[in-house]
């Protein structure tokens, strides 16, 4: 089994930044990727990024170039930075852990409990 926290959730005015983390506990698999995602109240869940276990990186459209992913093996965490942030980003944020990680919800195992991320106007 493996467990997932994520952290670093919060309220900030439109323009900010805030970091998300993500640690993995318990039984990881050898080479895993991390996924991000988010749902808003109302919406599907829907795909922010990637890391796979090579570290390949992507990103969905809507937060390229805003938000970056980072892994720190050492630590099983993974990171979201999240800049320039905008009312629409508000939602609640997952991680997912799974070993051939693609930007379907359903290539992942395990999931986290969501950190809620509110932007304010």
């Known amino acids: 089994q493996v467990q997932l926290v994520e952290s670093g959730g919060g309220l900030v005015q439109a323009g900010g930044s805030l970091r998300l983390s993500c640690v993995a506990s318990g039984r990881t698999p050898s080479n895993y990727g991390v996924g991000w995602f988010r749902q808003a109240p109302g919406q599907e869940r829907e795909f922010v990024g990637m890391?796979?276990?090579?570290?390949?990186?992507r990103y969905a459209p809507s937060v390229k170039g805003r938000f970056t992913i980072t892994r720190d093996n050492a630590k099983n965490t993974v990171y979201l930075q999240m800049t320039r942030l905008k009312p629409g980003d508000t939602a609640v944020y997952y991680c997912a852990v799974g070993q051939y990680v693609t930007e379907m919800a359903r290539a992942y195992n395990y999931w986290g409990q969501g950190t809620q991320v509110t932007v304010s106007s």
């Open positions: 890391v796979n276990w090579s570290g390949d990186i």
